[in-house]
Each structure stands twice: as C-alpha cells, then as structure tokens.
C-alpha cells in the first residue's frame, strides 16, 4: 500500500520570501510523485511530477521538489513566494501498474502574508 | 475549452433523493476515475473506467452509488437514498492511459440536507 504525509496543515510566509511544504510518502514500489494545487472554486492543478527521471523536478509558477529516496520525502520550494501562489497544495503518490490510482495527502494551505 | 468538464457544480438535496452527476473527460481519454473529497480532507479514490469497463470499486462505494461509462466517453456517478454523509465535493479526472497524467474538473460539490 501507499500513502503520504504532509506534514504542515497551515504554512504561512510573507511575499517575497522562501516557501517550503514538507512531504513523506511511503510505498512497497518505486512510485510515481506529484503535486497538485488547488484553488478556492477551481479544479485541481498539476504543479509537477517526479516519475523516475531527474530527481530535481521543476513545475509552473517557479515552484520545484527534490525526490529523496534515502528520506522517503518530496517537499515542494519556491524561492519567492506570491500572492498568487495562496491555495492549498496535495503531495500525491501513485503506484505505476494496476489501477495506478492516485492516493493524496490531507494538504498543506499556504497563506501568503502582503 | 477541452478540458475536463462537471456538471452540475452544485447540487443541494434533501435526504432520500437521488442524483447524478456527469463528467466528461479530454477527448481520446481512455481512462475515467472519480474520487470524492470531503472537508480538510484529500481527495479519495472511488472507482475507474477504461474505456467503458468499471475496473475497480473503492470500499466508499456502497450499494447505494453507480457509475456507469456507456460508450467510453462521459460518465455518470449516481447516488441513490442520499444521506447527509454523502456531502462531499466529487472529482473526475481523466487520462490518455497507463502511467500518464490525471487531469480534474472543477468537481461536483453535493450537499444533502
């Protein structure tokens, strides 16, 4: 089986600085990983996605996630947080044969601070 | 706009009643699946289509829910006697096949009173 932990439910940073949302996974295969962004009364974005290749991975708006295997983690950075970038996010986990269903994390929402 | 489509956005009933709701996925998707989120939760897998076949059902989905993928193109999620533990927000996402990404609609948001 599969899951994810995310392990903030609220981050908030002000504009301009840093933004970090922490993600562990576990799973009994090599996964696939994602990130997906939701905003309020909008459907769900895909930020990026970890599928084996590079292990630095880079998405839209600037954000991108590093796959560490040895820590079982894929936490999601951007250097220079927005406005815009206020919503919440799911770390995401998918296992690649089978139903190949994807299994969220409870989110972290992230408030951006003017 | 070709991306995944819900309707309705909204659905307010009353304990008992039944409802539907459809999704039309990207087109030359093959592969359907529905999950429903409920609040200051992640979504949950509920079942999966290929093409018209329903491959798999979640534990969540009880008697009392149907989906149906007629001709491998849109679908329908039915609840039948709704209870108010049935409110929750119901995603569909779509995808070109095996180990491709999973696109969503806006979803369907269900409240039963």
């Known amino acids: 089986a599969q899951s994810v932990t995310q392990l903030d439910s609220h981050v908030s940073v002000s504009e301009g600085t840093p933004v970090l949302l922490r993600c562990n996974y576990s799973?009994?295969?090599?996964?696939?990983l994602f990130w997906y962004v939701q905003h309020p009364n909008k459907g769900l974005q895909l930020l990026l996605k970890y599928t084996s290749a590079a292990t630095l991975v880079k998405g839209i708006n600037g954000f991108e996630a590093e796959f560490k295997k040895s820590e079982t983690s894929f936490h999601l950075t951007k250097p220079s947080a927005h406005m815009s970038d206020a919503a919440e996010y799911f770390c995401v986990v998918r296992i690649n044969f089978g139903n190949e269903k994807l299994t969220f994390g409870t989110g972290t929402r992230l408030t951006i601070i003017p | 706009d070709t991306g995944v489509s819900q309707n309705p956005r909204h659905k307010i009933t009353k304990r008992g009643q039944n409802v539907t709701f459809r999704c039309d996925p990207i087109?030359?998707?093959?592969?359907l699946y529905w999950y429903r989120q409920t609040l200051g939760q992640g979504p949950e897998f509920l079942t999966y289509f290929q093409n018209e076949a329903q491959l798999e059902k979640s534990r969540l989905l009880s008697d009392r829910f149907s989906a149906e993928r007629p001709k491998g193109s849109f679908s329908t999620l039915e609840i039948q006697r709704t209870e108010q533990g049935d409110s929750a927000m119901y995603l569909c996402?779509?995808?070109?096949?095996?180990?491709?990404?999973?696109?969503f609609g806006p979803g369907t948001r269900l409240l039963v009173l």
């Open positions: 799973s009994s295969y090599s996964p696939s």
């Open positions: 996402a779509s995808t070109l096949g095996s180990q491709e990404t999973q696109y």
């Open positions: 087109s030359e998707h093959n592969r």
